[in-house]
């Protein structure tokens, strides 16, 4: 009877070499499905929304790789070196987000400047507490409810920064600009594409001026992808003529073109020339912790970044970035 089941198991194994063949197969797949994340990330060819998704999470993809180049170093080599040249790839693209950049030698007024995506619900107190601590200049508020405007009213905002252009709704479209220094609103500088994205430019003690504008573009979810890049294509370039600050939920990484794009049109990522462009914003006050850095505060090249903080607030799923700037 024993010979029996003997025979019986030998003839249900799946012979050596067939199982060898199948992890090979599977070895190749998954450094292929790398090197292709590594190339589209390295040549800017993210098009659609789940390769645009995908490339959010390319510092995590650099980490994959350099794991899947570890287990294959034994079994098979060639493509374990596929997949640790994946992982240079990865690694070159956001590494330097570690390092600090030179900054430009700007000595005028200094501008600090606070952005929350409030969700509707985010904390009212803790907003004013961060607006307080960091005395701040101006505060771009995305997904702005006129119940949020009455809560952050009643928690003291209104005495810290009473100038504002608020477009306030219900739901995800409201947004608004509120200012410790008096501001007008800007209109006609582009066309808003996604959620409302008030402009304004506010005056500064001394004479000076400095335009700020509310960003929030809708995810590149499905066929919104599409409108997300035309919405930060829409975004208006740098000019010569005014010092301008884009601050908000971008929905977009340092990792999109379509957010590089914008930078290379006369902007600096503040987190990034700090040395924080790989700090995570969203999503937050979940289970899991925050795990990609989408809320920018996005200033002029000839602006100097002096620091940046990135904070909690209870009620959103978005931690707030705050930029303390010196404008040239």
């Known amino acids: 009877m024993s010979t029996t089941v003997g025979t ?12 060898r063949r199948r ?20 040549g ?4 659609g929304s789940f390769v645009t998704q995908l490339m959010t999470v390319t510092p995590y993809g650099a980490v994959l790789a350099a794991l899947t180049a570890l287990l294959l170093i034994r079994r098979n080599r060639p ?10 790839v990865m690694a070159a693209c956001v590494a330097p987000r570690l390092t600090s950049a030179e900054q430009p030698a700007a000595d005028g007024a200094p501008l600090r400047v606070l952005t929350v ?8 107190q803790t907003v004013v507490d961060l607006v307080r601590r960091h005395d701040v200049d101006v505060f771009t508020a995305l997904e702005l409810t006129p119940d949020a405007v009455e809560r952050l009213d009643t928690a003291g905002l209104k005495q810290l920064l009473p100038h504002r252009v608020l477009q306030e709704e219900f739901g995800a479209t409201g947004s608004g600009i509120y200012a410790k220094h008096p501001v007008s609103e800007l209109t006609g500088l582009f066309t808003p594409i996604g959620h409302n994205m008030p402009a304004a430019t506010m005056a500064l003690p001394g004479g000076s001026k400095v335009e700020i ?3 929030h ?6 066929r919104m992808e599409e409108e997300w890049n035309a919405a930060l294509r829409g975004l208006p370039a740098a000019t010569p003529s005014a010092i301008r600050v884009l601050a908000g939920d971008f929905n977009a990484s340092l990792d999109h073109r379509a957010f590089r794009d914008l930078l290379s049109r006369g902007y600096v990522d503040a987190a990034d020339q700090v040395g924080k462009g790989l700090v995570p914003t969203w999503p937050n006050g979940r289970a899991m912790p925050p795990i990609i850095a989408i809320d920018h505060v996005v200033a002029d090249r000839r602006v100097s970044v002096r620091r940046v903080e990135v904070a909690d607030v209870p009620g959103t799923d978005h931690r707030g970035v705050f930029a303390e700037l010196r404008l040239p």
Do not use: H
């Open 79 to 88: 493509a374990a070196l596929v997949a640790a040249l994946a992982c240079v």
């Open 217 to 222: 573009p809708n995810p590149p979810l499905g």
């Open 213 to 215: 504008v509310a960003i």
């Open 117 to 124: 995506n409030l969700f509707g619900r985010g904390d009212a």
């Open 23 to 42: 992890r090979r197969w599977l070895s190749w797949t998954i450094v292929v499905l790398l090197a292709l994340w590594a190339a589209i990330r390295a």
């Open 8 to 19: 019986e198991r030998a003839a249900v194994e799946e012979p050596a070499p067939k199982r």
């Open 44 to 47: 800017g060819l993210d098009q």
